[in-house]
């Protein structure tokens, strides 16, 4: 392509960052920022095979749908397990996020996606964006955008090391020279942390919530430090009667229903660690290790690993945006940021 005809096509053309999350997504748009911030659920009619709803409005039907509407999550730990969803929910949140500013050319799309995800994955994620309208598509692992969103220096010859906490897994990454020197991607994240809550309650209190309002108790109350008390209500089905029962728990039942999966993520941080380069060691010593992701906000977590791994420990600043925010900064700069896409042995044209 011609330099005329690609800066005709950036001119006239929308640059959009997709973070395609387990739980939610988020999409940046450039000159307006974040303009959404939706749960990655989509509603299907199963007997017009047609979508209902998608995001937000999609997610208020889990529990509630009547049997013909199926209320699906199209990735699982990261990954696309049900492609035409997928590429229906793109094609709703790409049609959504131009609607403020609709450009003549189709959009050029970077996606964020897990580290270590295999080439039949990337290309699906390729395809579903392609396929949802985008004109031109580029990849990039999760925590090297989070990198690049946070302002570390990911180009330079000096270590940085980010763990992206999600929904469905989690990313530790150490950084260095536009590329990652050692990750780990582990299924230990807000939705095993959700179903440790659930599992919690019907062996202690006896009584079933669902993972909604696991959901909902975890960011309200979820704390793994003693610092403050807190308690909410929670309603649910008593497994003993059937009937509607309401308790009382606190922050102290949360710490223990997620004692073990913090545990694991603990030691999966430690291994990571454990194999790094002792000169980037150095490096992540003297700069801390960044938390990012909507596990960054359980309390006291941030706390836990710095004491458990004597390295500083910092939660990024709006750590729910920091991967959207650094697809972003990435398009902005995209011939400075090559190096830090993913290319699978130019199997993908991402160029």
């Known amino acids: 392509m011609s330099s005329f005809l690609k800066k005709l096509y950036n001119r006239f053309s929308n640059d959009i960052g997709i973070d395609l999350g387990t739980a939610n997504t988020l999409v940046h748009v450039k000159g307006q920022g974040v303009v959404i911030n939706e749960p990655s659920v989509v509603a299907m009619n199963t007997k017009t095979n047609r979508v209902v709803a998608v995001g937000a409005e999609a997610r208020e039907m889990l529990g509630r749908n009547p049997g013909h509407i199926e209320v699906v999550r199209p990735l699982v730990d990261g990954v696309i397990s049900d492609f035409d969803v997928t590429e229906e929910m793109l094609s709703y949140l790409i049609r959504k996020a131009e609607s403020k500013s609709k450009k003549f050319f189709r959009p050029r799309v970077i996606v964020g996606v897990p580290s270590g995800i295999t080439n039949v994955e990337h290309r699906a994620v ?45 990313d530790v990454a150490v950084i260095s020279l536009a590329g990652v020197v050692q990750s780990k991607n582990m299924k230990i994240a807000g939705d095993k942390l959700n179903q440790d809550i659930i599992t919690y309650l019907r062996d202690e209190f006896k009584i079933l919530v669902g993972e909604k309002t696991a959901e909902e108790i975890k960011i ?3 704390a793994i430090s ?29 710490r223990e229903a997620i004692s073990h999966s ?21 490096d992540v010593m003297q700069r801390g290790i960044y938390l990012v992701g909507g596990g960054a906000l359980i309390r006291g977590l941030d706390e836990l690993l710095e004491h458990e791994l004597e390295i500083p420990v910092y939660v990024g600043e709006d750590p729910l945006f920091s991967v959207v925010v650094g697809t972003g900064l990435v398009l902005d700069h995209i011939d400075d940021y090559k190096e830090v896409l993913i290319h699978e042995d130019d199997e993908l044209p991402l160029r």
């Open 126 to 170: 390729y395809d579903a964006t392609h396929n949802a309208g985008a004109r031109e598509v580029y990849i990039i692992e999760e925590p090297m955008a989070a990198a690049v969103g946070l302002g570390l220096p990911v180009l330079e010859a000096m270590g940085s090391m980010v763990i992206d906490i999600g929904g469905g897994t989690t």
């Open 262 to 282: 913090v545990e694991i993520l603990v030691d999966g941080v430690k291994e990571v660690l454990e194999k790094t380069p002792p000169e980037i060691v150095s």
């Open 220 to 222: 309200k109350i979820g």
């Open 226 to 254: 003693d610092h403050e008390q807190l308690e909410s209500e929670i309603r649910g089905r008593d497994i003993i009667t059937g009937l509607p029962r309401q308790i009382l728990i606190n922050n102290h039942d949360i």
